[in-house]
């Protein structure tokens, strides 16, 4: 029996598969040989070639030594002659000889007869170590040459020592420089990584290539002269010689001279190009195999292919069938001139036929038909018999059951074999379809009415075009275009002109539904600008991708919100940002920053004096110089109280705008009325050195402005110790007004005496803070603080109550004509009534009148003249003395010596100290107590410590002094007892 073509074909897939499998069995077989052969044959070649190597260098090796040789024999014979003839010229002559051998010989460093010890006999220097090398230094078979261990030549380089025996007392001593031996081995053919060296009999390497200077001298590990054939050895190994690389290695003994010369070739670099060939014949390997699995493989799928196809044409019938069934599709038929129309069971299900009806009459088929459609039906179809044009109809058919559908009929006229025309197609119920497009024109005809009547404009534009399609009546009414203009234009004509790009890169982007509201600035017909919020779907418009927006108008709210935001990040009286919102800006920005603080004084004393208006106006004047610099360099903010930060974005040109606010702040500030010339505390801090947070690098800008004490337009710039200042200040602050609150601070006391007798004339109180470990704080420490804080008014007053205490234990004493000097600050001065509290004192204690003196600083008068003159002329009524301390050191103005009612002046201690032995001093101390004479006040000099002083004063008609000369301070017990004891003589 002939076997099927299925047989035949799984009978040809069987046969290509076994033929591929021996064709592979095969090629595996060759491409192994041509590889090993391949690999064995570059390895013989690399053997030769280091064997090669080897050879030529030991022969020129054993040239250069012979050479040598001969001429250190020529000298061993001139010097063996010389000395048996001419023994004490022998040295000199020898010498002479031996220079002329090495300027023969330009690889000798030097050629030196020695002694058995070494100790050179002719000139040049011998070798201490030769008797420990030159008994066990190798020779070679019939020469007399020995050679010792490799030494330094002092360069860096190296030498090799040569001995060969003059006579039974004398050696010849030659020194080889490496470099000789170092051209045998350079330049020769041992490839990128090869190696190729010398060394002695012992294995010390005499010379190497590549990298000499790293290995010669160096003792190689491992080497058996005596192992090595005469014809030498040549093997695969790792060598010791070379970081253990593999190295198809030759090593050959010389037979004449003690040398040991080895040439070495990477088996890695032999191997490369074979590696590459084995590569390729793996490729080819792989390529075959994976050619002959697909070849194998598409065949079985052709087959599989072939079955499949007629099993899927068998169910395909099925499925075609299945198919009209459930997609409610039929197919009907009618011969030309017969009156019957014949249909598939799916036509009958379609029309409510009842089961097993096949055809039915045309005059049946068109009753089925609904009476509107029937007669456009009959006409197209009649139409058809006589032109052969295809046709599409839907119309509507009436079921016997009553149920109305719809269906779709195509239809043609054909010729069949015979010639007979006939007329066919298709029936679809489409019944499903109408309806949905009828709930479609409703959802539409919704649409429309919510588009139309929509109280905001509403419209509907082409997204690749921009245009137009559709608009609402409140669309008309609000930006005053008709609907016929607005049709005509596109999105662009109702947007600012810059905005053209900003509009097509939004369309290009928003290519599906967006429910995100955006803000956008539209132009009306009049040209009046407006902020809309749009809110926006992608839709599909007449067959044509568009976007359907709603438009609200918030123009006004939008403004609301502004100033709303405007008023929360900027200062409402001069309209520049609070600290926070630059603070929040500056955090947001990269790159570092300069801040610049300046505090206004005074701005509080104006308001008081001249009115808030007046300062406002200030406050603005220097608001506007200071946002004219922020607009050029940087960013500016306004803070309470008259403090303005300006931030420099470009901490480079931060001294050009100091030095331009500097200037601004100069010009003086016209209020109102009047003019005002400002005085300000700049500080400066910088971003990041200063802080990483904005808010930080402004505090520390502001507290190097507050920390700034003196007058006019004063810079300081922050530096890390203000804050550790300022900390210690408060925690001494806090201690001063405990010590207050727990009465720690006593009063010491200081004569003050005449200088004609040294008799005490008055003490001067001295406040003083001692502490728990017997230490005590400066006044010149906690006073300034004490005036800073307002406790200075307070303590002050303790300080007046103690004195007029120790005033009235002075007059128990017996001392009632002995005053006590207060020094009284500013604040006291002039916030209290000091002449009501000395009188309340004196009544209080029983004070005679002028028992309690006031000693002023320049400063107090000064400030508030007319005031200061009222509370002196008070004290002058009340018989208190008025001393003047510390004159010369402040402002000296003359007039208040001249209109102020003082008693005393005082002499500050910087000009006594040097009085006796400075010349200026001598003459402003000269000057100033001709100028107190002449005015009718005292003078008292402060500081006096030295007799010499004393002795100048009392020349020089000084009235009054006071100082450690005489006395120190103490307390008031101690000092009145001081003052019993007579003074013969300063102590």
Known sequence: MEPSPANGRHYSTRMIGLSGLLLGTALTAVLIYLVLHDRAVRLRAAEDQSRAVVTGVERLLKYRFRNLERAMLGIAGDGERLFASVPEQAPGLLSEAIA????????????????????????????????????????????ALRLGPMQRDGEGGWLLPMALQASGRHWILARLRSGALQEAVSDLDTGRRGIAVVTDRNGHIMARSPDPQ?????????????????????????????????????????????????????????????????GWALLLYAAYWAGFWYLLRNLRRAESTRSAL??????????????????????????????????????????????????????????????????????????????????????????????????????????????????????????????????????????????ERNPLPFWVFDVDTL??????????????????????????????ADAADEVRRDVAERNADYADARVWIHRKRDGALIEVQVHGAAIEFRGRPARLVLAEDVTRRVAHERELAFRASHDSETGLLTATTLAERLDGGTGGYDIVCAELRGLDLIGDTLGREVSGDIVRNVAERIDRLARRYGLAAHLPS???????????????????????????????????????????????????????VIDRAALAAH???????????????????????????????????????????????????????????????????????????????????????????WVLDEAARAAAHVAERGWDELPIAVNVSAAQFHMRDLAGDIQHLSDRYGLRRGALHVELTESVLLDHAGHAMDRLRQLRQQGVCVALDDFGTGFSNMSYLRDLPLDMLKLDRMFVESVNHNSRSAAICRALIALGHAVDLTVIAEGVEHADQHAWLRDHGCDQMQGYLFDRPGSLDVTLAALARPIDKPS
Request: a negative charge.
């Open 100 to 143: 002329g051998v090495l300027r023969r010989h330009e690889e000798l460093e030097s050629i030196v007869l020695v002694d058995r010890d070494g100790r050179a006999i002719t000139r040049g220097r011998g070798d201490p170590a030769f008797p420990a090398w030159i008994g066990e230094a190798p020779t070679g078979r019939n020469s």
């Open 214 to 278: 790293r290995f010669v001298g160096q003792y190689e590990r491992g080497l058996d002269v005596s192992r090595i054939p005469a014809r030498g050895e040549t093997l695969r190994t790792r060598s010791p010689l070379d970081d253990n690389r593999h190295i198809i290695f030759s090593r050959h003994a010389s037979a004449v001279y003690p040398t040991v010369v080895s040439a070495g070739i990477s088996e890695e670099e032999v191997l490369a190009p074979w590696r590459w060939f084995a």
């Open 310 to 451: 007629m099993q899927e044409l068998r169910q395909g019938a099925e499925r075609l069938r299945t198919a009209q069934r459930l997609g409610r599709t039929g197919v009907w038929e009618s011969v030309d001139g017969s009156d019957l129309i014949e249909w598939s069971p799916q036509v009958g299900e379609i029309f409510g036929m009842p089961e097993g009806s096949h055809s039915a009459s045309r005059e049946a088929f068109y009753a089925a038909m609904h009476p509107e459609d029937r007669e456009e039906v009959s006409a197209t179809v009649a139409r058809a018999w006589q032109t052969g044009e295809k046709f599409i109809l839907e119309y509507r058919i009436l079921r016997p059951d009553g149920q109305m559908r719809w269906i779709a009929v195509r239809g043609a006229t054909v010729e069949d074999r015979d010639g007979v025309s006939k007329m066919g197609g298709t029936v679809v119920d489409i019944t499903e379809r109408m309806e949905a497009q009828q709930k479609l024109a409703d959802a539409e005809r919704q649409f429309r009415l919510m588009f």
């Open 467 to 496: 245009r137009f399609l559709e608009v609402n009546e409140a669309a008309v009414r609000h930006y005053g275009y008709s609907r016929e203009e607005f049709l005509s234009m596109s999105i662009l004509d109702i947007r600012p």
């Open 642 to 696: 008259g403090t303005f930060v300006l931030a420099v974005l470009d901490g480079r040109r931060s001294e050009t705008v100091l030095s331009a606010l500097v200037a601004d702040l100069a010009e003086p500030v016209h209020g109102r009325d009047t003019v005002h010339h400002l005085e300000a505390r700049i500080g400066i801090a910088r971003h990041p050195d200063d802080g990483r947070r904005a808010s930080k």
């Open 707 to 797: 920390l700034v004490e003196r007058g006019g337009i004063e810079v300081a710039r922050y530096s890390a110790t203000m804050e550790e200042d300022v900390q210690r200040r408060l925690e001494l602050t806090a201690r001063t007004r405990r010590a207050i609150e727990q009465g720690e601070f006593r009063l010491d006391f200081q004569p003050i005496r005449r200088v004609a007798d040294g008799a005490p004339v008055a003490l001067e109180a001295l406040l003083r803070w001692p502490q728990p470990d017997g230490s005590e704080i400066s006044p010149l420490e906690f006073i300034p603080l004490c005036e800073r804080s307002g406790l200075i008014v307070t303590l002050g007053k």
